[in-house]
Nanobody
């Protein structure tokens, strides 16, 4: 079993940066992803990574601003978020991908508890 713990969220101003971390314990896994959920909205895909070959995937809304990366030695996946906008405000979750549909929440499991990101204008 894999347990995931997110950290690094906070309150920032528009244009600022944050780096989220997703620390994994238990067995290793090959594919991970970040999602976010704002109040009253569905959980949406943000970014995904293949931990073996480093392939990455992004939602159009964050492409060019966010970068997903991994440190296999630390069993940690990161999400570097630059040029943050108020619409990026949400609870950010990391998860393990088991299915083939990269942007589909149903392909993921072992969700962390989430970390709040709030971007003020």
């Amino acid at each position: 079993q894999v347990q995931l713990v997110e950290s690094g969220g906070g309150l920032v101003q528009a244009g600022d940066s944050l780096r989220l971390s997703c620390a994994a314990s238990g067995r290793t896994f090959s594919n991970g992803g970040w999602f976010r959920q704002a109040p009253g909205k569905e959980r949406e895909f943000v970014a995904a990574i293949n931990l073996s070959n480093g392939s990455t995937y992004y939602a159009d809304s964050v492409k060019g601003r966010f970068t997903i990366s991994r440190d296999n030695a630390k069993n940690t996946v990161y999400l570097q978020m630059n040029s943050l906008k108020p619409e990026d405000s949400a609870v950010y979750y990391c998860a393990v991908r088991y299915g083939s549909r990269i942007a589909d929440t149903r392909a993921y499991g072992n969700w962390g508890q989430g970390t709040q990101v709030t971007v003020s204008s």
